[in-house]
């Protein structure tokens, strides 16, 4: 138990911040950049946090609970999240509808904080966020149902042990929903082609938007729960693919590697397409959940 909830918080606090560093230096590389440091988020997170804060005096206490919650709630959600090999530290039937609305309680608090500011162009932000978080939960919720019916049980743990993907009778359903949730990963995380992380255009933000008020440790941890969650929705789709070898050691090895391998995907997928027009972004996610339904379908059979 001890061991488990160790890895979980190392590979949480410890290597989240690199998967962003990951798919920016893959990007660089792709456009024949040298690209930022690998660690420039430590470095950003590590300025942030011995920074004074710039407050508006029309916010109130949602603008400072927004980041908090935005740190904790990630940090709280991804111990029901099996790392690999090494399963959650906790595990009870129904998990995984409490694990959707905490990740679901972070977005909220994080779009109260954005429009506690009285800012139209915020508050457009925080529009755009809700609405796609609407079209991704149904893809969530039956990603989990089809992997419940094949685990037979009700438990992340469970669930997330029907890995690799490309093994076994449910090959299908199982590679569709890792697929569905790897589209999930994108939206939830603010990546190509649904949204750019790295624009500052009035029409095209979304996420980056709602926190352009925030400053000093309130930005750093709203940072730090971004990179947490682009974690925990990467470990989703890894537990389907990354087969367990029975050595805990080379498993929890292979985990971090492969988590480092996704970010690399990620990059790559992004510096492959080009950021979708807004109006076309609900017709894909309408898409994905069609995809999760045809995979719900093949498990039922």
Known sequence: MFATLAFHLLVLFGLSPLLAGIIARTKAMIAGRRGQPLLQLYRDLWKLFHKDMVISRTTTWLFRAGPLVGFAVPALAA???????????VSFAGDLILFVYLMALARFFLVLAALDTGSSFEGM?????????????????????????????????????????????????????????????????????????????????????????????????ILYGA??????????VLDLMLPATGNMLLDCVAFAAGLCGLAVGVGLVESAMARLRLVRVPQVLVGTILLSFFALILALR
Not at 79 to 89: D, K, Y
């Open 79 to 89: 111990m029901m999240v099996p790392f690999g090999a090494m399963a959650a530290p």
């Open 227 to 236: 990179a947490m969650k682009l974690t925990i929705s990467a470990a989703l």
């Open 125 to 221: 932000g925080a529009a755009r966020e809700v609405t796609f978080s609407v079209l991704v939960e149904p893809t969530i919720f039956v990603a989990f149902i089809v992997l419940a019916r094949i685990a037979g049980d009700f438990t992340l743990n469970a669930m997330f042990t029907t890995g690799p993907f490309f093994l076994g009778q449910a090959a299908m359903p199982v590679g569709l929903t890792a697929f569905c949730l790897f589209i999930v990963l994108l939206v939830e995380n603010c990546r190509i082609p649904f949204d750019d992380p790295n624009t500052h255009l009035e029409l095209t933000m979304i996420h980056e938007v709602m926190v352009l008020d925030h400053s000093g440790p309130d930005l750093g941890l």
